[in-house]
């Protein structure tokens, strides 16, 4: 079994010698039979051979091509703050994968703690989620979290971010690389926005975008960035994001996109002394904690540092008698939102 980094190390290139070699040869093969099923679903559904249902409000979706995290949460957040300002109900539907015995995942936790007035249905069958927040909360519109791959819904604006640190998921599909799908899928798309767009150089950003041109000329581009906004502990505690500046901490994470996180922090002028990367919706066990106990009393650290997904399933203010602090992201747009709110506008006839 392959943890994310390792995962990562493997089909990046990173991993080099004979093994890692004969491993990417099998992850190549097995990726071949997958393009092949995903490009026959998505052709049953441009030929209208598989329904694809349409709701009575609105829909947008947010999405990505690839694996793990891009942003979307915050993104999603975004949306719902810009329909409030719109005097819009809107509902957030997310399939609900990795979700724990309360059947909620982290995503739709983090979510009701920042936006707790607006109904969040968790569903495989998206197409019931909607009709049931449309008939049972009155919604006006619905967001899709992670949609883009769920094609029996019909939407009025698809949202795909790509992650500037890692947009094209290595350049194969997986199980050899990180896309959910061919690049060309971005034809389907409304709007594309680059986040952490500020970690890569202006000429990065531009040879992305001309990869996003050749398959979606048609869509809208922004990027934005993670702007950290604070921290936040499990009480509801706040501190300013100032605090952590020339301190050194720890830091872990179960999400997608560790690297990104990490950047996000050490942007914070803080040291990052110590870093734990989980695997992507981990649920963190007794025997998970005391090994972080451990880990953390290894390093002369003022504090301890995860995402706001990880403090969810983290019932304590404390670990390892430090502090703990998720950090909070806010998205920040550096160009393309004035496009993207006209997109929506004319979405909602407005």
């Known amino acids: 079994m392959f943890g994310p980094k390792e995962f990562r190390d493997l089909v990046s290139g990173q991993s080099h010698g004979v093994g890692p070699a004969t491993l990417r040869g099998g992850l190549r093969a097995a990726e071949v039979l997958?393009?092949?099923?995903?490009?026959?679903?998505?052709r049953r559904?441009?030929?209208g051979a598989s329904a694809i249902h349409r709701v009575s409000v609105p829909v947008v979706s947010v999405g990505n091509l690839t694996l793990g995290g891009t942003g979307k949460s915050p993104m999603v957040e975004w949306l719902v703050r810009w329909m409030r300002d719109q005097h819009i109900r809107a509902a957030v539907i997310s399939r609900g994968y990795g979700a724990g015995d309360d059947a909620w995942n982290d995503e739709a936790k983090e979510l009701s703690q920042k936006l707790p007035d607006v109904p969040h249905l968790q569903n495989p069958d998206r197409v019931a989620a909607a009709r049931q927040a449309i008939a049972q909360f009155g919604c006006e519109a619905i967001v899709l979290d992670d949609g883009f791959q769920h094609r029996r819904i019909a939407r009025d604006v698809d949202i795909v971010l790509l992650d500037a640190?890692?947009?094209f998921g290595f350049g194969h599909i997986f199980p050899r690389g990180?896309?959910?799908?061919?690049?060309?899928?971005?034809r389907r798309t409304s709007a594309v926005v680059l986040s952490?767009?500020?970690?890569?150089?202006?000429?990065?950003?531009?040879?992305i975008w001309r990869t996003v041109q050749r398959h979606a000329p048609q869509a809208v581009e922004a990027e934005a960035i993670h702007a950290p906004s604070g921290l936040v502990a499990h009480s509801g505690r706040q501190s300013p994001i100032e605090d952590l500046r020339g301190q050194s901490v720890a830091a872990f994470c179960g999400i997608g996109n560790p690297a990104g996180f990490r950047h996000t922090l050490e942007s914070c002028g803080c040291h990052v002394a110590a870093f734990w990367?989980?695997?992507?919706?981990?649920?963190f066990s007794q025997k998970d904690i005391d090994a972080l106990v451990a880990w953390i009393a290894r390093f002369d650290v003022s504090?301890?540092?995860?995402?706001?997904?990880?403090l969810v399933k983290l019932s304590t203010d404390l670990i390892g008698g430090k502090p703990l602090w998720a950090l909070d992201i806010a998205l920040d747009f550096l160009s393309g939102c004035d496009a993207l709110k006209t997109v929506l506008t004319r979405a909602f006839g407005r």
């Not at 990180?178 to 971005?186: D, K």
């Not at 504090?303 to 990880?310: G, I, P, S």
């Open 34 to 42: 997958y393009t092949a099923a995903v490009r026959w679903r998505n």
């Open 45 to 47: 559904y441009d030929r």
């Open 165 to 167: 640190l890692e947009p």
């Open 178 to 186: 990180t896309l959910r799908e061919p690049v060309e899928g971005l």
């Open 196 to 207: 952490r767009a500020d970690l890569i150089q202006p000429t990065a950003r531009q040879e």
């Open 277 to 283: 990367a989980f695997g992507d919706h981990h649920r």
């Open 303 to 310: 504090a301890v540092l995860c995402t706001r997904k990880d």
